[in-house]
């Protein structure tokens, strides 16, 4: 008997793109919902940073009883800083598995001299929140504080995304929060409580550069890269390491100067650091008085407990 053939079952033209269609389908539901879990770990270890480095700053208090200065600099009659510049979270480095990068480093010369250079190179990775872009070094500039025109590099620094809490104003000389020039605040000065006073936070690079090894003398920060992220102010190097509450806007404006905070997290504003070593994430939208009140550290005021 003669065997039949059978036509071959196969897909049609129409069940091709059928298929083609539900798959796209899928993807498009499903892409969101990864890139969501992936953002939510990022930000996740984000928070996991700033406790660590809030854990770093009650054993340097329990060691030597204040937390360490905003950024250690000489100065002249006028004021201005003469350096050597380095900040608070180089102070740290042991505190955060750094010993032998602390030992490296020559803390009684500047950030900028060649003498200290690989140091003031060294990425450590706890002090980047894995949800920004930042370049393995930037370069600290010379510029006219009038205009922002760079005239002249004067080091690479390795980047950092956390800096301490100044207050509301300038980061410098002196200030209303934990950190500034010099200063040497012990947790028994914070008088309006450790759970309702800002130790540090996040910022963007987008926002402003930022480095853990300080402030560099002479240098200046200017948001000039065009990306409608932060206003065209010249700023000073304590900004390096250091941001400020001022200009009556929260955290995470767009119209925030180069030394204030701001992050890529979904959401508008950015993680803090309390001085009670919690972290919580603060919108824009919050009460500019609210954000004042906890970014400073004896002012008295009357906080409401959800902020």
Not at 248 to 265: M, R, T, V, W
């Amino acid at each position: 008997m003669p065997r039949v053939s059978r036509p071959r079952r196969a897909f049609t033209l129409i069940e091709l793109l059928v298929v083609i269609a539900i798959i796209g389908v899928l993807v498009a539901l499903l892409l969101p919902a990864v890139q969501a879990a992936r953002e939510a770990a990022r930000r996740a270890q984000c928070v996991n940073n700033l406790k660590q480095i809030g854990l770093a700053f009650h054993n340097y208090e329990g060691t030597f009883q204040t937390l360490p200065s905003g950024y250690v600099s000489t100065f002249d009659a006028s004021g201005t800083d003469l350096g050597p510049g380095w900040g608070w979270a180089a102070m740290v480095l042991p505190n955060v598995e750094q010993s032998s990068l602390f030992a490296s480093v020559n803390f009684s010369m500047g950030v900028e001299v060649p003498a200290n250079l690989t140091v003031r190179l060294v990425i450590i990775n706890s002090f980047l929140c894995p949800s920004d872009r930042v370049q393995p070094s930037w370069e600290a500039v010379s510029r006219d504080p009038a205009t922002g025109v760079a005239y002249q590099v004067i080091c690479k620094v390795a980047p950092s995304n956390y800096v301490g809490m100044s207050g509301v104003s300038e980061p410098g000389p002196d200030g209303e929060g934990l950190f500034y020039r010099n200063s040497s605040i012990a947790f028994r000065d914070i008088t309006d409580g450790l759970s309702q006073t800002i130790a540090g936070g996040e910022r963007s690079h987008l926002l402003g550069v930022a480095t853990w090894a300080g402030s560099v003398t002479g240098a200046y920060l200017y948001d000039d890269d065009g990306d409608l992220i932060g206003s065209a102010d010249v700023e000073t190097g304590p900004g390096m390491i250091l941001g400020h509450s001022g200009e009556g806007i929260g955290p995470g404006s767009n119209k925030s100067e180069p030394n204030q905070f701001y992050s890529l997290h979904s959401g508008r504003g950015a993680n803090f650091l309390f001085a009670d070593g919690h972290v919580q994430y603060l919108k824009s939208t919050i009460n500019y008085k609210t954000y004042v009140a906890l970014s400073t550290r004896n002012g008295n005021e009357s906080i409401s407990g959800d902020f």
